[in-house]
């Protein structure tokens, strides 16, 4: 088997994670967090729809980790979210942050919403 070392070029990697936090590109953040290719911040949860609507014209598409377990998304923010064009792909959070970085190196125009685990 040959191993390929995954390169990220500009792009912000998700390097881990955690009982109640996330490390990104070498910063812990605590409770939920947004990741986009350029900046990781803090996050407000489900509720905090404004900073996920920011997104419009930026990302094709948002992995939304539930958090452990893969859970539904609520029905307003995923209506929001497809009338602002952004795909929404529900997971759990650890699938999201794999999937993330997968798609982050390869450039593609897309964020993580992630729940702690």
């Known amino acids: ?20 936090f996330f490390r990104v590109a070498g910063q ?6 947004l990741v986009t290719l350029t900046r990781a911040s803090s996050w407000g ?3 905090d729809l404004p900073a996920l609507e920011a997104l419009s014209g930026q990302v094709d ?8 377990e893969i859970a539904h998304a609520p029905a307003p923010l995923r209506q ?3 009338q602002l064009n952004i795909g929404v792909e529900v997971m759990s959070s650890p699938a999201a942050c ?3 970085n997968v798609l982050a190196s390869e450039g593609r ?6 729940l702690p685990v």
Do not use: K, S
């Open 1 to 20: 088997m040959q191993l390929t070392e995954v390169i990220y070029n500009d792009a912000v990697p998700i390097d881990g994670y955690g009982p109640g």
């Open 45 to 47: 949860g489900l509720d």
């Open 80 to 82: 929001r979210l497809e």
């Open 109 to 114: 125009r897309i964020a993580a919403a992630v």
């Open 61 to 68: 598409v948002l992995f939304l980790g539930m958090g452990a």
């Open 28 to 33: 812990v953040i605590e409770g939920p967090a």
């Open 98 to 100: 794999r999937t993330y």
